[in-house]
């Protein structure tokens, strides 16, 4: 089964830009893998911030983006707010099955 | 509106299995695949498995393939999950999760605690 990886911790300022990456054991990342972003807070189920590499969800804040990035898929927040400290989780498609990478958590401090 | 509910709390011995239920409403349930996640305490989300409810169609984790089974009643709009061999690494939340008008994975299920303990 593929290994997907993800920085385990990082630290945004408030109102500052941080980039979360995904990579897989597989090769480089691309857009037939279909990347998801979730985030996830305390207690609470995960939610879908960016299908397939790039689609905003409806209640997906502007401030957020998915892009490929250097054989990586990348999770953009730009202006980022105290309550966007999270953990944050990108999935991938490998022929019908999906793998979860270890998760990022996102301090911002 | 959309809604997965799932069933409530579960207990376990180790050895024994789970089947953990997913009941759907607001959409017509042949039309969407439903997928199963897990977390344990602490720890990472994972995949486990998904249904095609059109063509019973399945595919599973390789992490779990073997010990994991996901099914469907279409008339009771209702996914099931049964693990198997449980073990205290079992102990987990379990989720089902349905596609929306965004993605695969737009609609949740509440979660269901499965403890698995001696």
């Known amino acids: 089964q593929a290994v997907v990886t993800q920085e385990p911790s990082l630290t945004v300022s408030p109102g500052g830009a941080v980039t979360l990456t995904c990579g897989s054991s597989?090769?480089?990342?691309?857009?037939?893998?279909?990347p998801y972003w979730f985030q996830q807070k305390p207690g609470q189920a995960p939610r879908t911030l960016i299908s397939d590499t790039t689609n905003k969800q409806s209640w997906t804040p502007a401030r957020f983006s998915g892009s490929l990035l250097g054989g990586k898929a990348a999770l953009t927040l730009s202006g980022a707010q105290p309550e966007d400290e999270a953990e944050y989780y990108c999935?991938?498609?490998?022929?019908?099955?999906?793998?979860f990478g270890g998760g990022t958590k996102l301090t911002v401090l | 509106q959309v809604q997965l509910v799932q069933s409530g709390a579960e207990v376990k011995r180790p050895g024994a299995s789970v089947k953990v239920s997913c009941q759907a409403s607001g959409y017509i349930f042949t039309t969407h695949s439903i997928h199963w996640v897990r977390q344990a305490p602490g720890q990472r989300v994972e995949w486990m498995g998904r249904?095609?409810?059109?063509?019973?169609?399945?595919q599973y984790s390789q992490k779990f393939q073997g010990r994991v089974t996901i099914t469907r009643t279409t008339s009771a709009s209702t996914a099931y999950m049964e693990l198997s061999s449980l073990t205290s690494e079992d102990t987990a939340m379990y989720y089902c999760?349905?596609?929306?008008?965004?993605?695969?994975?737009?609609?949740w299920g509440q979660g269901t605690l499965v403890t698995v303990s001696s």
């Open positions: 249904l095609n409810p059109v063509n019973d169609n399945t």
């Open positions: 999935l991938l498609y490998y022929s019908g099955a999906r793998v």
């Open positions: 999760a349905t596609r929306g008008d965004y993605g695969d994975f737009d609609y």
């Open positions: 597989t090769g480089p990342v691309t857009s037939g893998h279909y």
